[in-house]
């Protein structure tokens, strides 16, 4: 994967550098024949696994050490079946408007080109993934991937039929992204022993929220994708 040295680039000038390269991606992309699904492409989304998240970041999150070796297990097998793999990053300028300083809630965290901001360095990034950067501009809210027009670039095409979430936090960007990407009708499950809660505590009123928007996780799973990322699925 290709670190992007040029971290003022605008949102624009991204999506149009890596479409070009998703082009060759979609060509050598794995079909699944599930029921609905046939002829379908499946997409894994791994949000936000970067150094603030972890503990010596900005915003640690509880047992985040613990997501890496079985994290790393899902992205090889999504790698060997051809999977779409899509890495986000939290991506903020300095006067981002979540930051405390700033009027928001938060401690300054994954600020552009910082150690804080990059991804965790055992994280394992196969060659062919993609990177969305997001909450990049300074008044939006700094939660959902979507944010950069690569995402539905992505994800909102009708090659992809079934997406796979996985990463931190639960109740902000795993949530936001789940969310959106239902909105657009697509199939989304939320890889529960793959996700971290800031709040382990309240997790489950986050978990209430995406079964009523339809967001599935894990354990219910269908038959049909049981194996598709096999490691994690046992
Ligand atoms: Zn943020």
């Known amino acids: 994967m290709q670190e992007n040295s040029n971290s003022t680039m605008g949102y624009k000038e991204h999506a149009v550098k890596d479409v070009e390269n998703l082009k060759s991606n979609i060509r050598g992309a794995t079909r699944i024949h599930g029921a609905g699904q046939s002829d379908k492409k499946i997409a894994f989304v791994i949000v936000d696994v ?18 890496i070796e079985p994290l790393n297990a899902a992205i090889k097998n999504a790698e060997q079946s051809g999977h779409l793999i899509i890495f986000t990053q939290d991506w903020h300028p ?3 408007s979540s930051f405390e300083e700033n009027g928001g809630d938060w401690k300054p965290h994954c600020i552009q080109g910082t150690n804080g901001a990059a991804l965790h360095s055992r ?31 992505l994800i909102d095409t009708p090659e992809v039929g079934l997406v796979y979430v996985a990463g931190i936090a639960l109740e902000y960007c795993i949530f936001a992204t789940c969310k959106q990407i239902r909105d657009r009708n697509k199939e989304v499950v ?10 382990p505590d309240k997790a489950n009123e986050t978990w209430s ?4 928007l339809s967001i599935k996780r894990l354990p219910n799973l ?10 994690i699925a046992q």
């Open 94 to 96: 300095v006067n981002h």
């Open 123 to 153: 994280l394992y990034c196969p060659s062919g993934a993609k990177i969305v950067r997001f909450g990049v501009e300074p008044e939006m809210d700094g939660y959902s991937p979507f944010e950069n027009p690569l995402m539905d670039q």
């Open 190 to 199: 939320a890889l529960e022993s793959l996700i971290r809660a800031a709040s």
């Open 50 to 67: 970067q150094n603030d998240f972890f503990s010596g970041g900005a915003l640690p999150v509880p047992e985040a050490e613990t997501l």
């Open 222 to 231: 269908p038959e049909e994708h049981k194996g598709v990322l096999g490691v």
């Open 209 to 212: 929220k995406s079964d009523n």
